[in-house]
T-cell receptor
Framework: AQSVSQHNHHVILSEAASLELGCNYS??????LFWYVQYPGQHLQLLLK??????LVKGIKGFEAEFIKSKFSFNLRKPSVQWSDTAEYFC??????????FGAGTRLFVKA | DGGITQSPKYLFRKEGQNVTLSCEQN?????MYWYRQDPGQGLRLIYY???????QKGDIAEGYSVSREKKESFPLTVTSAQKNPTAFYLC??????????????FGPGTRLTVL
């Protein structure tokens, strides 16, 4: 069965620190990959997605993610976090069709 | 202003009672989903529907039921058979073509507490 693993459940950073959130999935075929973000009190929303082409994808608010097929990974990065990036981040995988598998989420807290 | 609405935001029920959570979308999306979100477990799929009058069980469908009589609406009933119903419930929709790269759009969620 497909699964998505997010390495860190809680991350605490100071403002201006660099961020990398790990995501690995278990599926050998073609996949479409997503990062969603849930800011406090807001809807879950799309941060970025990958489906083909350049494995380095850029999303909103300065986030980017790199798809490394050989490692089954899709890690999320941001060079310099802000207090407003405090949120919960979910990695998700769709291997075709209507069903998307979500990771357990990573709660990021950025200290001002 | 297109989007997904869920009501109510907070819901309290006594143990043994069925309760129905509302989900409405005006995005003209064919596919709709119900997820349950528990701390540390991410989003787990309860049911999904690809088109009107059709729906499929997700990974944790036991104790839940749904209907899809209209494209815009996908209500979820939490029955008394659900052993641990207290949770945060999220509804989502997606464009109904078969492109798996389409993202899902989420509602604000309903927090259900069973007393």
């Amino acid at each position: 069965a497909q699964s998505v693993s997010q390495h860190n459940h809680h991350v605490i950073l100071s403002e201006a620190a660099s961020l990398e959130l790990g995501c690995n999935y278990s599926y050998g075929g073609t996949v479409n990959l997503f990062w969603y973000v849930q800011y406090p009190g807001q809807h879950l929303q799309l941060l970025l997605k990958y489906f083909s082409g350049d494995p380095l994808v850029k999303g909103i608010k300065g986030f980017e993610a790199e798809f490394i097929k050989s490692k089954f990974s899709f890690n999320l990065r941001k060079p310099s976090v802000q207090w407003s990036d405090t949120a919960e981040y979910f990695c998700a995988v769709n291997a075709g069709g209507f069903k998307t598998i979500f990771g357990a989420g990573t709660r990021l807290f950025v200290k001002a | 202003d297109g989007g997904i609405t869920q009501s109510p935001k907070y819901l309290f029920r006594k143990e043994g009672q069925n309760v129905t959570l509302s989900c409405e979308q005006n995005l003209n999306h064919d596919a709709m989903y119900w997820y349950r979100q528990d701390p540390g477990q991410g989003l787990r799929l309860i049911y999904y529907s690809q088109i009107v009058n059709d729906f499929q069980k997700g990974d944790i469908a036991e104790g839940y039921s749904v209907s899809r009589e209209k494209k815009e609406s996908f209500p979820l009933t939490v029955t008394s058979a659900q052993k641990n119903p207290t949770a945060f419930y999220l509804c989502a929709s997606k464009r109904g073509d078969k492109s798996s790269y389409n993202e899902q759009f989420f509602g604000p969620g309903t927090r259900l507490t069973v007393l």
